[in-house]
């Protein structure tokens, strides 16, 4: 769907939505799943737009899992601010 409304109210900002279903032969649904975007959503374009949106949501949650179960050392830490700093640095 397009421009459909983020939130009640005459201000709100106009999205697209995109909703996907998988269901294997049986017909059972494997895969249930809403996407948010501001490109517009087709026929033509829904398969493709469906592969970006999951390919993010897997990259954002596998990044989430490993920051919640292996956390991060001080020594990782400071590690990788230092080496940022020296990168950013004006000199």
């Known amino acids: 769907m ?3 409304p983020i939130r009640d109210g005459k201000d709100a900002l ?3 939505w995109l909703d996907i279903e998988i269901a294997d032969s049986a017909g059972n649904i494997t895969y249930r799943n809403n996407f ?9 374009n829904a398969a493709a737009l469906a592969a970006c949106g999951r390919a993010r949501w897997k990259i954002e949650n596998e990044n989430f899992n490993i920051l919640k179960n292996k956390g991060t050392t001080s020594n990782t830490t400071s590690a990788t601010a230092r080496s940022t700093w020296r990168t950013y640095s004006p000199p």
Not at 36 to 44: E, G, Y
């Open 2 to 4: 397009n421009g459909v």
């Open 14 to 16: 106009l999205v697209n």
């Open 36 to 44: 948010v975007t501001d490109l517009p959503v087709n026929k033509a």
